[in-house]
């Protein structure tokens, strides 16, 4: 079956968003609602784990907050502080703080020309991925994807398979005609739960996590002045140094 569509993760994926992103939003949440809540690197690493920032609230104060009062209408807390969050975090996006990560901007631009459908499958709000793509792409970037499947509008987050799922069935394609790009184990899972193949780009976060399920592994998507480093390959790449759609075509053959 030939390639049909590219699916692509946001966060880690196209841009580096959770440390120096998210993380710093999150933050400011808190600080914001008197709170003491504070995720430093290391410990948002951890809770990453748990995708969706809601529901990586309800895991930090489970997990690592027994001493903190619950109010009776925690879920409206957690709703309003995940409110606030998604402010600071497009405020953020909007100084131009987070650039997209290598070579991403060249494959989207390939694919659009060469007709490529694309689509974004995301654990993050509609707004997060508006605002990173005006930001860090073009003003009309929302326009460059078909499809875009993001946060609330599936029941359950990655690594269920939901958002992949709801995402092919938007674009009316099998899962064998389309390719997804990820960072993340739950985000491999997702969309190999899904039936997809799967690129994976790593990132400080990820990248001791488990990829076997992958096609590729790559540190980046690279430039050719900024080649790629190939950390697993289900097939040979034959010196092949930036991913373009040649190389897409060919692993979504193999
Ligand atoms: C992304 C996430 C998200 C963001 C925060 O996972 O886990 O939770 O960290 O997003 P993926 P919200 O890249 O696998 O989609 O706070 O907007 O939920
Ligand atoms: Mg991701």
């Not at 951890?46 to 027994?66: F, I, P």
Request: with cysteine.
């Amino acid at each position: 079956m030939s390639l049909q569509a590219l699916i692509f993760d946001v966060d880690g994926t196209l841009a580096d968003t959770e440390r120096d992103g998210h993380r710093v939003a999150f933050n400011q949440a808190f600080s914001e609602a008197g709170l003491d809540w504070h995720w430093d690197v290391p410990l948002y690493g951890a809770l990453l784990a748990v995708t969706g920032g809601k529901e990586r609230m309800r895991y930090y104060l489970d997990r690592y907050r027994q001493d903190f009062p619950r109010p009776a209408d925690l879920d409206a807390q957690i709703a309003r502080l995940h409110a606030a969050k998604t402010r600071h975090y497009t405020a953020l996006l909007a100084q131009g703080g987070i650039p997209l990560r290598p070579g991403v901007r060249r494959l989207l631009a390939e694919a659009r020309a060469a007709g490529m459908r694309l689509a974004i499958a995301t654990t993050t709000t509609p707004e997060n991925v508006t605002a990173l793509l005006r930001c860090a792409l073009t003003a009309d970037a929302e326009s460059w994807f078909e499809v875009i499947a993001a946060g609330d509008v599936v029941p359950a987050k990655k690594p269920a398979p939901d958002i992949y799922q709801y995402a092919l069935e938007e674009l009316g394609l099998d899962a064998r005609a389309c390719l997804a790009f990820e960072d993340s184990e739950n985000g491999l899972r997702a969309a190999r739960d899904a039936g997809l193949r799967t690129v994976v780009t790593v990132n400080d976060y990820t990248r001791d996590q488990d990829f076997s399920d992958a096609l590729l592994v790559l540190d980046q998507l690279g430039e050719a002045e900024q080649p790629f480093r190939v950390l697993a390959s289900a097939m040979p790449l034959n010196g092949a140094r930036a991913f373009d759609l040649a190389l897409a075509r060919k692993l979504a053959a193999h």
